[in-house]
Nanobody
Framework: VQLQASGGGLVQPGGSLKLSCTAH????????VGWFRQVPGKERERVSC????????YPADFAKGRFTVSRDDAKNTVDLQMSSLKPEDTAVYYC???????????????WGHGTLVTVSS
């Protein structure tokens, strides 16, 4: 049972990037899926979350209008489409599951290794 975040890389300010969260060994559609990010020395913060049904998303204020989370149950993935990227979006991005899109990070599980996003010219 594993969650794997992928798709990170180097992108210029104003650019776009799509991250994917893939589940191995279980059905991702049974869970709410949160995307999080962390900069070294700072607390991990939630970027967005999508309900298990996919009909509700909960973006952080900094993500509204720029980041979109969606699910593809056929592929057993949840994607995070990021646009208008800024240098301050540079972080390691993680995905994790929960029964609901709660705000308590400790309620999420199967964090995986994360994927590094670097926004720089």
């Amino acid at each position: 049972v594993q969650l794997q975040a992928s798709g990170g890389g180097l992108v210029q300010p104003g650019g776009s990037l799509k991250l994917s969260c893939t589940a191995h060994g279980f059905t991702l559609g049974d869970y709410a899926v949160g995307w999080f990010r962390q900069v070294p020395g700072k607390e991990r913060e939630r970027v967005s979350c999508i309900s298990n049904s996919g009909d509700r998303t909960y973006p952080a204020d900094f993500a509204k209008g720029r980041f979109t989370v969606s699910r593809d149950d056929a592929k057993n993935t949840v994607d995070l489409q990021m646009s208008s990227l800024k240098p301050e979006d540079t972080a390691v991005y993680y995905c994790a599951i929960n029964t609901i899109c709660g705000t308590t990070l400790f309620a999420y599980s199967y964090w995986g290794h994360g994927t590094l996003v670097t926004v720089s010219s």
